[in-house]
């Protein structure tokens, strides 16, 4: 049974910084696609990263140059490196996996889109002040 446990939310200042984790039970992500989702109440969840079974990503470009998406060479722990943040990138934060892989290679922007995820976390909430 593959469980996805996220940590490492908070409240900060603007241009501050934080380090999101996503833990993974019952399964090592070698192989699957990785990503990280934010949601505010009212608007719909926000593709923020990707990271595919080969360490490739990709980014929303309201992200890009300051978030980080990475995981570990045990291949358990997703993590989710965010600097200069921002008012805007105040929301819960999810972890989820693809199961079956990325759906594109390379890595392209139907990747960062919830269809296909399969694997969800239960979110840990960001805010910027």
């Known amino acids: 049974h593959v469980q996805l446990v996220e940590s490492g939310g908070g409240s900060v200042e603007a241009g501050g910084s934080l380090r999101l984790s996503c833990s993974a039970s019952?399964?090592?992500?070698?192989?699957?696609?990785m990503a990280w989702f934010r949601q505010v109440p009212g608007k719909e969840r926000e593709g923020v990263a990707v990271?595919?079974?080969?360490?490739?990503?990709i980014y929303a470009d309201s992200v890009k140059g300051r978030f980080t998406v990475s995981k570990d060479n045990a291949k358990t722990t997703l993590y989710l490196q965010m600097s200069r943040l921002a008012p805007e990138d105040t929301g819960m934060y999810y972890c989820?996996?693809?199961?079956?892989?990325?759906?594109?290679?390379?890595?392209?922007?139907?990747?960062?889109?919830?269809?296909?995820?399969?694997?969800w976390g239960q979110g840990t909430q960001v805010t910027v002040s």
């Open positions: 989820a996996a693809n199961l079956y892989g990325c759906r594109s290679v390379p890595l392209s922007r139907p990747d960062l889109g919830a269809v296909g995820y399969n694997v």
């Open positions: 019952g399964y090592t992500m070698r192989n699957y696609c």
């Open positions: 990271i595919d079974g080969a360490g490739s990503t």
